[in-house]
């Protein structure tokens, strides 16, 4: 299904003002034009009418900031294939946006993914999937110390010389950048990406306390995965972890699968953050959606079994995590409320890749980007800018 004019009405609408129940979404294009309550509405006979079970929600799409693939593909494949299957599957769990993902390979396997991804921005808009907003550069200016299931023979130090070689190959498409600060040329990077306006994101460090709030000073506004490949809190070296959940200047990337990290250190992390300083982050790998057996991932062979990815030496490596089944857990593991799961799946990670004028909320004006879940965060319905992009089967 696809309309120029459209109303979703008698769900439970959350819109960036307020809640409202039965309620009514616009859309013309691939715009929001009106939001409000059905008793207030005066409907055009132009518009298709989609009446709704008013025990729906309808919330803001999803923005995945940090995810590798889906169902066969993989960023780092350098396809338009590869994207567009990412793009096209992750509609089924909500998703309406996110940063195609890399990995730590060698720099010709990195170039060629971050041509592809620059390229297929400039021509997504004729399909109807997820949106790729650009690049999360994971590797290689990490540690070898905290590498996790990033290839160490390929980690490189900061440099900003191929930053800027790669920031051009990729037509400005990166946003995002995980750096070990504590690297040589690491603090000097952050300063340099950050004024550049690239997102610094610490992780896969093991970088001290002292030297995160360096970072900080030199502009870097993000954790990368929190608690996973990273210096822990300890009560005389509190570490990445301690200034992560300290320092206000930081978001935190979460994958809330409840494999990757406890729940009770989840709800910690929240009762810290709060809902405004935490972003839900599948970091997804080809395997998801996929029956369980073995899968490649940045050159190094994975087996999924029982729902868990792992290198074959028993790290973790990535996940299969879904955005909807991420927001549930989320709700079970902290008691958060359907505005909290917003703020942390959309609101955040649209501010801060500084598209908030028009993403990450319900809102004339923004884009249609929006899902409709019932109470158990099942995706009913998936729009991507106005465009029908999933429905769940009857």
């Known amino acids: 299904m696809k309309s120029h004019h459209l109303m979703m009405k008698n769900m439970t609408v959350y819109s960036e003002q307020r809640t409202i129940e039965k309620g009514f979404v616009e859309i013309q294009g691939s715009k929001i034009t009106r939001v409000g309550n059905v008793h207030d509405l005066i409907e055009q006979p132009s518009a298709d009418i989609i009446e709704l079970d008013s025990d729906l929600h309808l919330i803001p799409g999803f923005i995945d900031l940090h995810i590798h693939g889906v169902n066969g593909a993989d960023t780092m494949d350098a396809t338009p294939e590869a994207l567009e299957t990412i793009a096209i599957s992750l509609p089924q769990e909500g998703t309406t946006s996110f940063l195609a993902t890399t990995m730590t390979q060698e720099s010709w396997k990195i170039e ?26 994971e590797g290689p200016f990490i540690s070898k110390k905290k590498a996790g299931a990033q290839s160490v023979s390929h980690i490189k130090n900061p440099d900003i010389g191929l930053f800027h070689r790669w920031q051009k190959l990729a037509d400005g498409a990166i946003r995002i950048v995980t750096a070990a600060p504590e690297l040589p040329g690491g603090l000097p990077f952050i300063e340099y990406i950050s004024r550049k306006g690239t997102i610094a994101s610490i992780g896969h460090s093991d970088a001290t306390y002292e030297s995160v709030q360096h970072a900080i000073q030199k502009g870097a506004r993000q954790v990368t995965h929190l608690y996973n490949q990273m210096s822990g809190l300890h009560h005389r070296e509190p570490g990445v972890v301690g200034a992560a959940l300290l320092q206000d200047e930081l978001y935190t990337e979460i994958i809330a699968d409840g494999i990757h990290v406890h729940p009770d250190v989840i709800r910690l992390a929240f009762q810290q953050k709060t809902k405004n300083r935490i972003i839900l982050i599948t970091d997804a790998i080809r395997a998801k959606g996929l029956d369980a057996g073995t899968y490649e991932l940045g050159g190094q062979r994975v087996r999924l079994k029982y729902g868990e990815a ?45 598209i908030y004028d028009r993403k990450g909320s319900i809102s004339p004006g ?7 879940v019932n109470d158990d965060f099942d995706v009913i319905m998936t729009f991507c800018r106005g465009r029908l992009a999933y429905q769940k089967k009857v």
Not at 112 to 137: C, S, Y
Not at 318 to 330: H, R
Not at 366 to 372: E, G, L, Q
């Open 112 to 137: 060629k993914a971050l041509q592809n991804v620059g390229q297929f921005i400039r021509w997504q808009n004729d399909h109807q999937g997820a949106e790729v907003l650009g690049v999360h550069l």
């Open 310 to 354: 792992r290198l074959f030496d028993g790290t973790l490596a990535g996940s299969v995590l879904k955005m909807n089944k991420a927001a549930k857990n989320m709700r079970n593991y902290t008691g958060c409320r359907m505005e909290d799961i917003i703020a942390i799946t959309s609101v955040n990670p649209a501010k801060q890749l500084g």
């Open 366 to 372: 923004k884009d249609a980007d929006f899902v409709i």
